[in-house]
């Protein structure tokens, strides 16, 4: 049998990490198993479906690389279906027309309460002769679910967990208007699509019990089910927006790497001895649900980035070259061709020092900038009156000297030396001239990358 998962995400709200470490353990199951990973827009809840959510998941799933392996299924195009297995269990006797008023529902749901007992239906026309129904009330279809007995799951991360079905009441398939519901919809979606182990979020155990129960009503086997522990913040409580429970898209714009993320998302609440840092590769060949650990796992941004960090100094260095050109380009920074080869020869240097992205490119701009550079106010400080007319001997000696990293070294400790400086004198009011800032990567690898001339008239710039 062909392992095949399926992401199932709802379009009423962005998809976030909760959803896209649902994706990522649900693609890598399939792909360790060398089967199939399917995506299906649960868009039924017309009112709170939007387009742009369901943007953010197709967007976010190709950014993450989690390619489902077929189109993807959108649930609403498969009303009929829904409706067509409602009526074959209504046929069957394993559902039946309930047509209680939503006044008679109200009044259960009160007297339940009254008693201190889960509202719940009584099974009032389960049943009960057709003949008997009222005029002009449309039915909503109920299945007619077995009391006694248990549901019994083993779920792969859970555990065996067991419901009494004299404890669920007579879920609701079909409502009056015709629409199918979610649990219904689901089922006949997952059964149809061949899924055979269904992994999600542990909010949806409950959901499962009545699952299996049409399951069982239509004679389907059902698939293995996996509960996965949520996301909570770093306080421990649900993530929410104060969290940073935000799309996944943002996090691409604060400039996480998709490899730094997907890595992050596996190992919160997924360990496998110490491997910290693990590609798709190793995260294919060593993923199982064994691993997936009982306990709600805490998002940690410092862990994150420092993961970022790590995987942003094993990126090529042109593909950060385009993603930063591209970020300056929003700050309205436009870079050239010379700014392009500056910003790519010193990439080495810059993505040692940075955690992220967006860091990059902030200690990349100086490249593309122009003359006159901004100046940050740390420094400004360096270019004191004195410093600015050392400046003007070391231009002078910078002219004479082939910009490689062993003649610029040796030229700038000459130059100290017979200035009676130490080197660092030298090279911070240099630095703050080259860049407008105090911070950079090798003042040689610096000057390399801005190329000489570039170099000599910025130093000019402020050479006294
Ligand atoms: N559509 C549901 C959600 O977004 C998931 C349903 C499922 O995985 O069965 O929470």
């Given at each position: 049998?062909?392992?095949?998962?399926?992401?199932?995400?709802?379009?009423?709200?962005?998809?976030?990490?909760?959803g896209?470490?649902?994706?990522?353990?649900?693609?890598?199951?399939?792909?360790?198993?060398?089967?199939?990973?399917?995506?299906?827009?649960e868009?039924?809840?017309?009112?709170?479906?939007?387009?742009?959510a369901?943007?953010?998941?197709l967007?976010?799933?190709d950014?993450?690389?989690?390619?489902?392996?077929?189109?993807?299924?959108?649930?609403?195009?498969?009303?009929?279906?829904?409706?067509?297995?409602?009526?074959?269990?209504?046929?069957?006797?394993?559902?039946?027309?309930?047509?209680?008023?939503?006044?008679e529902?109200?009044?259960?749901?009160?007297?339940?309460?009254?008693?201190?007992?889960?509202?719940?239906?009584?099974?009032?026309?389960r049943?009960?002769?057709?003949?008997?129904?009222?005029?002009?009330?449309?039915?909503?279809?109920?299945?007619?679910?077995?009391?006694?007995?248990?549901?019994?799951?083993?779920?792969?991360?859970?555990g065996?967990?067991?419901?009494?079905?004299?404890?669920?009441?007579?879920?609701?398939?079909?409502?009056?208007?015709?629409?199918?519901?979610?649990?219904?919809?689901?089922?006949?979606?997952?059964?149809?699509?061949?899924?055979?182990h269904?992994?999600?979020?542990?909010d949806?155990?409950?959901?499962?019990?009545?699952?299996?129960?049409?399951?069982?009503?239509?004679?389907?086997?059902?698939?293995?089910?996996?509960?996965i522990?949520?996301?909570?913040?770093?306080?421990?409580?649900?993530?929410s927006?104060?969290?940073?429970?935000?799309?996944?898209?943002?996090?691409?714009?604060?400039?996480?790497l998709?490899?730094?993320?997907?890595?992050?998302?596996?190992?919160?609440?997924?360990?496998?001895g110490?491997?910290?840092?693990?590609?798709?590769?190793?995260?294919?060949?060593?993923?199982?649900?064994?691993?997936?650990?009982?306990?709600?796992?805490?998002?940690?941004?410092?862990?994150?980035?420092?993961?970022?960090?790590?995987?942003?100094?094993?990126?090529?260095?042109?593909?950060?070259r385009?993603?930063?050109?591209?970020?300056?380009?929003?700050?309205?920074?436009?870079?050239?061709?010379?700014?392009?080869?500056?910003?790519?020869?010193l990439?080495?240097?810059?993505?040692?020092?940075a955690?992220?992205?967006?860091?990059l490119?902030?200690?990349?701009?100086?490249?593309?900038?122009e003359?006159?550079?901004?100046?940050?106010?740390?420094?400004?400080?360096?270019l004191s009156?004195?410093?600015r007319?050392?400046?003007?001997?070391?231009?002078?000696?910078?002219?004479?000297?082939?910009?490689?990293a062993?003649?610029?070294?040796?030229?700038?400790?000459?130059?100290?030396?017979a200035?009676?400086?130490?080197?660092?004198q030298?090279?911070?009011?240099?630095?703050?001239?080259?860049?407008?800032?105090?911070?950079?990567?090798?003042?040689?690898?610096?000057?390399?990358?801005?190329?000489?001339?570039e170099?000599?008239?910025?130093?000019?710039?402020?050479?006294?």
């Amino acid at each position: 049998m062909k392992v095949r998962t399926r992401f199932a995400p709802s379009p009423t709200g962005l998809l976030h990490i909760g959803g896209a470490r649902t994706a990522l353990f649900n693609y890598l199951f399939a792909k360790h198993h060398g089967g199939e990973f399917v995506l299906r827009i649960e868009d039924t809840d017309k009112a709170r479906s939007t387009q742009e959510a369901v943007q953010v998941i197709l967007d976010g799933l190709d950014w993450l690389d989690l390619k489902a392996d077929e189109a993807p299924v959108f649930q609403s195009s498969r009303e009929a279906r829904h409706v067509e297995v409602a009526m074959a269990l209504l046929a069957q006797g394993k559902a039946y027309r309930c047509y209680c008023t939503p006044e008679e529902l109200a009044q259960m749901r009160e007297t339940a309460m009254a008693e201190k007992r889960p509202p719940r239906y009584d099974g009032r026309w389960r049943d009960r002769d057709p003949s008997e129904a009222p005029a002009g009330v449309k039915p909503a279809i109920r299945l007619k679910a077995p009391r006694e007995g248990e549901v019994v799951l083993n779920d792969l991360v859970q555990g065996e967990v067991r419901v009494k079905n004299a404890e669920m009441d007579d879920m609701i398939i079909l409502r009056s208007d015709g629409t199918p519901t979610y649990l219904h919809a689901v089922v006949v979606d997952d059964h149809d699509m061949a899924i055979t182990h269904v992994i999600r979020g542990d909010d949806h155990l409950t959901n499962t019990f009545r699952q299996i129960q049409i399951y069982d009503a239509m004679g389907w086997e059902t698939p293995a089910f996996a509960h996965i522990p949520l996301i909570h913040g770093a306080d421990g409580a649900k993530l929410s927006k104060r969290h940073g429970a935000v799309s996944i898209l943002e996090f691409r714009e604060q400039g996480f790497l998709p490899e730094a993320l997907c890595n992050y998302l596996l190992r919160l609440g997924w360990g496998h001895g110490d491997a910290e840092f693990l590609g798709r590769d190793e995260q294919i060949a060593l993923f199982t649900l064994e691993g997936v650990g009982r306990a709600a796992s805490r998002m940690d941004y410092a862990k994150l980035t420092h993961l970022n960090g790590m995987w942003l100094r094993q990126a090529e260095d042109a593909r950060l070259r385009d993603d930063v050109v591209e970020r300056l380009a929003k700050a309205d920074i436009t870079v050239g061709t010379a700014a392009m080869q500056r910003i790519l020869a010193l990439m080495p240097g810059l993505k040692e020092r940075a955690k992220t992205l967006e860091e990059l490119s902030n200690s990349s701009a100086f490249l593309a900038r122009e003359i006159p550079l901004p100046f940050e106010p740390k420094a400004e400080a360096l270019l004191s009156l004195e410093a600015r007319e050392m400046l003007a001997r070391l231009a002078g000696l910078l002219e004479g000297t082939d910009f490689t990293a062993e003649a610029i070294d040796a030229a700038l400790r000459a130059f100290a030396e017979a200035e009676g400086r130490k080197l660092g004198q030298v090279a911070q009011p240099l630095r703050a001239a080259l860049t407008g800032s105090t911070m950079s990567p090798g003042i040689d690898a610096t000057l390399i990358a801005l190329g000489k001339a570039e170099a000599l008239a910025r130093i000019r710039a402020v050479a006294a």
